[in-house]
């Protein structure tokens, strides 16, 4: 799972493998919505969110302060006041992954984190399915695609293919981030590589 926010290589110092501790403090409801909202919709408040995920401003604050001990999400410089913060996802790629000894209690945790974010994003491809003809102007549909193929690929082409997504993601990531020119929209980049289950196929 290769994402801006799950696993990447090791070798690649742009991706942070996250330790127990932080996976420990991510794995929870509310701050897997919190980062979500802020890596998807950009800067908010407690407040802000709170509104969005219906819950009060001083949760949010509890447990964007625990988010921040870890390095997930930080204050937003130059912008805000003492009462209102603006906080936002910390820029870099994570990790779910952190070693190969990784211990059960951490493979929980980031399988739990992994699958409530798919989930999410299943959610929301499925609502442009549905809603996009109503809700988004035209150019902004025909613009967008939900692609798909199937290839027959090595280990060592699947791995270079990896890398070179990865680092694609990057790219745009250092090239949009943080942008809000007039005529913006949040757009949603999602790309699934992986190898296929079927008893029929190969395992090795």
Partial sequence: MSTDDEQA???????RRLDASALKALAHPLRMQIFEELVQFGPLTATGLGERLGESSGSMSYHLRELAKHGFVREVEGK?????????????????????DQSESENAAADLIAKTWHH?????????IDQADNTIPRRWVEASTISHTSLPLTIEQLEELKT????????LGDRYRGQEADGTRRVQIQFNIYPLTDPKGTSS
């Fill in 164 to 171: 070179e997504l990865d680092a694609l993601f990057l790219r």
């Fill in 80 to 100: 805000g006041t003492a009462r209102e913060r603006w906080w936002e996802r910390t820029p870099g790629a994570v990790s779910l992954r952190s070693s190969d």
């Fill in 120 to 128: 999410r994003w299943f959610e929301q491809t499925m609502q442009f």
């Fill in 9 to 15: 290589p090791a070798e690649n110092p742009r991706f």
